[in-house]
């Protein structure tokens, strides 16, 4: 069934990005979005039944220490009943905070920076995707004089730590990075970015290759544009890039 729900009509201005997400896993759905330049992400989780019928919505609130009126740029996906938020602070780091369904975010399961160690001075523009349940964040990195790259870094659970792999660094003057995950139990994903102002370039991770992480090589997508958004699918095979 399909459900429509309104969010808010509490916005300023369009003076700024709002960059509302949504994800939804079963019958629950959870929206976040910047209400306000000067104010941290609003977040509702909403309860829908079987047959379409919204049954609680429910402002869910972060934990202050992590997410603040500096944060932007939110992605969100979910997977095995958590939720997983990428964003950025300010534009020097990615945060990272994962929480269970129908709980509120200041409950949250675990936070990390997994721009933590990239030798970039700025780290902006997330997206995230689950590969076989674990959180893959692409985003664009560069030093205050350099040309940005894509990066890609996946984490794993151990025990109560999320263990962020290398990162992988591609392309020169890069924008608008975009990454999704194929969902089977093999971890594959495709990340996408524009480089150079008018050529689309992709990549693709996957594991396990004889037990190892395997990285394509850079090609180029035709037709190029400047911005492209990856669907996600159960093999690359039907993974599907919208290019414009």
């Known amino acids: ?65 992590y997410v603040n009126s500096s944060c932007g740029s939110p992605t969100i996906t979910n997977g095995e009943g958590k939720y997983h938020l990428a964003y950025q602070w300010g534009v020097f780091s990615i945060g990272y905070l994962r929480w269970s369904v129908y709980t509120d975010p200041s409950t949250f399961n675990y936070y990390s920076s997994p721009s933590n160690g990239s030798g970039y001075n700025l780290n902006m523009e997330p997206s995230i995707s689950l590969a076989n349940f674990n959180p893959v964040i692409s985003w664009k990195g560069s030093l205050y004089a350099g040309s940005p790259q894509a990066v890609l870094r996946r984490g794993t659970l151990s025990g109560s730590n999320m263990i962020w792999s290398d990162f992988l660094k591609v392309g020169n003057n890069i924008n608008y990075v975009h990454s999704n995950s194929a969902s089977n139990s093999t971890e594959k994903t495709v990340m996408t970015w524009s480089q150079d102002g008018s050529t689309t370039k992709w990549v693709r991770r996957t594991y396990p290759v004889n037990g190892k992480t395997e990285y394509s090589s850079p090609q180029g997508l035709n037709p190029s544009g400047i911005n492209s958004q990856v669907s996600s699918g159960t093999d690359y095979n039907n993974m599907k890039a919208n290019i414009f």
């Not at 910047?34 to 909403?46: L, M, N, Q």
Request: glycine share 4%.
């Open 1 to 65: 069934h399909r459900w429509t729900e309104f969010v808010s009509d509490m916005l300023p201005s369009y003076s700024y990005d709002t960059r509302p997400v949504v994800t939804g896993l079963n019958q629950f759905a959870m929206v976040v979005y910047k209400s306000a330049i000067s104010t941290p992400f609003v977040a509702t989780e909403f309860k829908v039944n079987t047959a379409g019928n919204v049954l609680q919505i429910i402002p869910r609130n972060f934990p202050a220490a």
